[in-house]
T-cell receptor, first 113, second 114 residues
Framework: NAGVMQNPRHLVRRRGQEARLRCSPMKGHSHVYWYRQLPEEGLKFMVYLQKENIIDESGMPKERFSAEFPKEGPSILRIQQVVRGDSAAYFC???????????FGPGTRLTVT | GENVEQHPSTLSVQEGDSAVIKCTYSDSASNYFPWYKQELGKGPQLIIDIRSNVGEKKDQRIAVTLNKTAKHFSLHITETQPEDSAVYFCAGLNYGGSQGNLIFGKGTKLSVKP
């Protein structure tokens, strides 16, 4: 059973560009969470999705950030008009039963130049 | 909402010794406490978790204890090995959102010296 897949693993964007981060959950998992990790910091919750629905986006900035988990295909975290402060590692986690037993992907390291 | 504090931030032990990492939480309604291990350049790996209806859980060299009265929980690693070197994160469940989400501590960097 393959683990959680994320791509790209590294992404470099110039200020003002768009960043698209993809996450394919483990087989059989319908719950996806996105987190952001800054250097020397813990993980900060951003958004929780189930297939075609955003369940909780209370941790996600209201401007420039959006997320989706379509019926077919991976979950996407989209950051528009990136700024230097968006540079971080972004992790997704999937779960078979909501907040419990979350399994993380390898992350996407976003660098904004 | 939930707040999780983790100590120490760094821990160095000799191979074969035990390591203990402690976390405190603020929300007495929290009922789920996982521990994650993160190696350099990788995603966090779930190593053990505990629900509030039990006081202790073991898995080989790893154990977690929970004190609901004092609102703290601890990770215990016995007979440490160099491959245990990593950053360890604790988390507690925050019910602020519609379904609850995990609030993570800031991590403990464990170094096991051979």
């Amino acid at each position: 059973n393959a683990g959680v897949m994320q791509n790209p693993r590294h992404l470099v964007r110039r200020r003002g560009q768009e960043a698209r981060l993809r996450c394919s959950p483990m087989k059989g998992h319908s719950h996806v969470y996105w987190y952001r990790q800054l250097p020397e910091e813990g993980l900060k919750f951003m958004v929780y999705l189930q297939k075609e629905n955003i369940i909780d986006e209370s941790g996600m900035p209201k401007e420039r950030f959006s997320a989706e988990f379509p019926k077919e295909g991976p979950s996407i975290l989209r950051i528009q008009q990136v700024v230097r402060g968006d540079s971080a590692a972004y992790f997704c986690a999937s779960s078979p039963r909501g907040v419990y037993e979350q399994y993380f992907g390898p992350g996407t390291r976003l660098t904004v130049t | 909402g939930e707040n999780v504090e983790q100590h120490p931030s760094t821990l160095s032990v000799q191979e074969g010794d035990s390591a203990v990492i402690k976390c405190t939480y603020s929300d007495s309604a929290s009922n789920y406490f996982p521990w994650y291990k993160q190696e350099l350049g990788k995603g966090p790996q779930l190593i053990i978790d505990i629900r509030s209806n039990v006081g202790e859980k073991k898995d080989q060299r790893i154990a977690v204890t929970l004190n609901k009265t004092a609102k703290h929980f601890s990770l215990h690693i016995t007979e440490t090995q160099p491959e245990d070197s990593a950053v360890y994160f604790c988390a507690g469940l925050n019910y602020g959102g519609s379904q609850g989400n995990l609030i993570f501590g800031k991590g403990t960097k464990l170094s096991v010296k051979p």
